[in-house]
């Protein structure tokens, strides 16, 4: 219970960090779309982890099969079933770690929930996980850039303290985003990001940081009232993936000191369209999106777990002391750009269905 | 499609502003619960306009009648149906806004979407429509304090650019969030928050704000991964009120900033069982409940419909000023307490009876 | 949990047959629709009890009133509350019952399941349910006929052991059906029928029988493999309601009996249309409408109240003879025709909103 | 969308009959269930093609590997993903037919629903789609006979025009069933069955026949009014198996032909609890289990694909002859046996967790 989502446009996964694998079926996904492994392996790449420096050395190809739904090129309106093989799985990093808890981790909360829990790595806690996500989200991409034009670039906004400058959200490209590992497009930041990353690994520590997120080109129209508007269903999504700890959309915190004659995005013609001069409200009014950009951002803790010593509890409630082993990220952002954009896109694409279903139930 | 939420206790409202009245039908509800209106009007009380001078002077009883569901003081287990009539429409009030789309607000959205919207007032997305919840978030709060001992206490902890003390989340009481009609526990923040509020009434204007809320008491192990998980729905859940526009768990963005050395909260050994010492995960790891209270903190727009001219464009794209009419609300945030309450129960509750069905079905 | 059915036009039903009233609300109307009372209020009156000696005499006029979603006569895509008061009720029939649980009735089982249930009548297992489920229906109904054509008819196809004629699927009409009380559109069997139920009456006991359907004018392409098939909905839906024991599409269990090379439906070009030219299928071929009429049967047990003396055992396993008091209906399949007829349409609005989201997801 | 079913114990399945393979995604699984690929394979051998001359002889072995959810032979309470590739493959045999419909088969249908179908063979409408259901219900089925002692048994019914006489519910085993490939207990019966199917076969045609299934075990108190009752619930799954068109539970369409004095079942005390005399109800009140044996039937129609020359349209309407090719089964109920027992556990499984649910959130 939990691991899908989505109404029309649905995803399940599945797999543990160190099982045989991990996937997702897709139900839902329109008949008639092209499609191969070659659509959804970029997303999965720029997730893989070993990419830089900055990131964990588990060394994974993560490549993706196409279990069914599509033939001859061409998706069948079927289930598509994904499947990503583990191959480097070294469960002897984690023995001595089975009695302690690592702080901030689920391996307590995963224990007090199932009464078991998966003998190493994170099981379903794993960042592992969302390789199903990953591949799920470029299907949701790929059909919504060919039924819509809409477009999906998240970026590295700040790590640790250092804030990077707002892109112009109009024109900012995933070229752009991916001109450097860190994948974030201020110049100007990332040489002091890089440093909070590298002094984080060197001193076995881990350092958090923000995601921005713009989807470019959706109508007026999706989101449903009032329990799955899209800003709600856009904060399931978010905080969904691991290490998330705040969502916002538009102004956000800092709309919440304004007075609303300041805030409020005063309505202009647009060439053909209705549209709002200033963007605080992120895309979307009333849980509905307005015809505007969506703009939002995605806070991720530090990674929890670290190889410097922490003074700690084992299971039994007896103090200790754990140095974690195992290979880990020191920061999770430059990875988790693919991840906030995956789950954007399957967001917008089963909030697109079921407004294509209204749009053509209207009666004359 | 979105005007349902749960799973297993599952709330679907309904009603317009300006309609016959609005309300909710409650699936799931524990049978064998001692229940009467008399156990939901309080809540429904805090949520009522015309509380003080800080709100609308809209006049609404909001009395609350149970349809079904509960025969003798007890609850049956079926359905509850739940009704609060409209009382103090003024459909005048919104006439000559007909052709103009209030900025910021959902009428331009509405129209977009469905191609027709309630010709007055906010229809769905008005405030009133929080009702349903409110009504069924005190039966989901009822249970759970009965059954687990969950309390739930939100308060406003910012209003404009005023931020408030952190109260103690531990042992903040009901009664020390109602001492005043603001609803801040913070003696020494309330003055200024209060003159914020009043600023903005004067000037025809609205003004943002900050909820906190703690819920103290739940267990370890509630929570489905991955995509269900307890900060997830909470997030869905807070996105889903009316002019949130940010959700923050535990360090929320500021943790964003931290290294993990600084931010994992080490376990200790707490009576008999296994606690943080610190809880910057805010009572969550990986999705599932840790023991430790909840919190979090969702942040409110200042309120779009204000009196204010704004220049903005009608639904045509012409130039136009706006210069609303009606009764509004000039700060949402003493009155979305509650509303936040409710939203946190409605996420226990369905997340409690999920454990309760994994937990009771073990084998030996 | 489980009132609740369909995903994008969705019923929830509320309410006790002996408490304030019961009701309905339904999520997912298209927007547009012109609806009012007196689209509804037909459906209802046709399944409302005392419309003859033939049925239950507790009178209840059974007027819906519309709480929300429509204005000025237009639906506005938002949910639709709907509310029917209960008037004539007589808990004191069944207060000597209350330890004496009905055979085949659902006292005992209700009681098992919830620990508690309500203390008159049949709570939720009473035909005044389906109130919400007709009044619903109607809803549905009146928007597959505007938007698509598709008519629903269900009629009386037997009664205990008197079978009746099938009638042309192609042009069976209500009125035909509504010419007498029996809702059988066979004459010539029609008089035996009546003899069964009003036998059954005066020996204070009641008689079974079974209502077809035929649903016209949908088009091929409704119907969701694989767990959701047209016909696993139609048979979850009629084996809903209550007093069900067996559901047959097209030639159903006489099918079963035949060979493949008679069974099969071949193809044959019908004006513009590939059609079949039998139909056996009943208009349904791999769970997915086939463009033939929906054909389908519903089994009826004779209702479990009866005054008729009945050695039986009360709660507590001692032997005891009950003879039910309070207002029965000799045989329910006259007033079961509009609420076969329902949750056809509610089957059909559901599928058809869900293929309008395929038909429209296309990519070029 | 359709791939899914259940709410708390739910399977999701994928694959086409000629692509990669088959599977499911199960999640809900309690935790901490030992099991292992041998737990169900069992019931794979009972549905796989080419056990006897009496089924198609398509040879695969049909060999599930189980990806995820287990680790050290436990359930972890983690989606269980499951996985049975495909050999035999021949899409060459459907070559010839890719513009011929065949009559009562899903090509027609399914093209004029997705606009595209899958080449070859039945795609998602094949039998071979019910290899991930067969896997899945027996997890379902192995929970549920540890933790509650549920039994399930179907066997062969009817054959054509051969009814077997029924065995007594309370004792058959799967033993019994499996005497011999036929799996009908009657043996009186037998012989005429498999006369039936060899001329059917013999004569390249097919023929129909009747699964009747058990369970026993199960307490009072599942399922959940009022549409997902236990009976609606097992209509939906039954009518969801390709080829069936009729369900039936208890005394079905013939139970509508009787009197309510004689066809109720009184209550009797069973040892410690409260029975019923006779069984008419098929264990089921209400919509609620009473403790009582589940005793339902379901019909399933004599398979599309013959080869035996049929008179047809193709697909632009031109008359044309079919004879088809490939391996094809002149007789389903067979292999039918063991899909009807998992789609009863999953509906059971389902139901059981949803009432555990209940029965463990009483307050006191």
Not at 271 to 278: D, E, F, I, P, Y
Not at 296 to 322: H, M, S
Not at 325 to 332: M, N, T
Request: aromatic share 6%; with cysteine; glycine share 12%.
């Amino acid at each position: 219970m939990g691991s899908s989502f989505g109404r029309l446009f649905r995803v399940s996964t599945f797999g543990e960090s160190h099982g045989r694998g991990v996937g997702a079926i897709v139900d839902g996904v329109p008949p008639g779309l092209p499609l191969s492994e070659a659509d959804l392996q970029p997303q999965l790449d720029r997730r893989r982890p070993g990419q830089s420096r900055l990131t964990t050395d588990r060394a994974e190809s993560d490549t993706v099969t196409i279990l069914s739904g599509v033939e001859l090129g061409v998706t069948l309106g079927t289930p598509i079933g994904l499947f990503v093989p583990n191959r480097d799985m070294r469960p002897g990093d984690y023995q001595e770690m089975s009695n302690i808890p690592r702080p901030s981790h689920a391996d307590f909360s995963y224990q007090m929930k199932y009464g078991v829990r998966a003998s190493s790595g994170g099981g379903r806690s794993s960042a592992r996980e969302t390789i199903g996500r990953v591949a799920a989200g470029a299907i949701a991409e790929h059909w919504l850039r060919r039924a819509y034009g809409v477009e999906t670039v998240a970026w590295v906004s700040s790590v640790g303290p250092v804030d990077a400058a707002l892109p112009d959200p109009e024109t900012l490209t995933r070229d752009q985003v991916d001109a450097t590992a860190l994948r974030c497009p201020d110049e100007a930041a990332r040489e002091a990001m890089v440093r909070e990353i590298q002094a984080a690994r060197d001193d076995q520590d881990s350092v958090g940081g923000v995601v921005s997120c713009v989807c470019r080109g959706l109508p007026a129209g999706w989101g449903e009232p009032v329990f799955e508007k899209l800003e709600a269903l856009l904060a399931q999504a978010m905080l969904s993936i691991p290490a998330t700890k705040g969502f916002e959309i538009g102004s956000g915190f800092a709309g919440a000191r304004l007075r609303g004659s300041v805030h409020n995005d005063p309505f202009v013609r647009k060439g053909g369209r209705l549209g709002t001069a200033s963007n605080r409200s992120g895309g979307v009014q009333g849980g509905i999106s307005n015809g505007e950009p969506l703009l939002f951002r995605v806070a991720f803790k530090p990674p929890a777990t670290i190889g410097k010593a922490q003074a700690t509890a084992d299971f039994e409630g007896q103090e200790t002391v754990l140095e974690a082993k195992g290979r880990h990220d020191p920061c999770v952002v430059p990875r988790a750009v693919p991840i906030v954009e995956a789950m954007a896109a399957l967001v917008l694409a089963d909030l697109a269905l079921r407004q294509a279903a209204r749009d053509h139930s209207r009666t004359k």
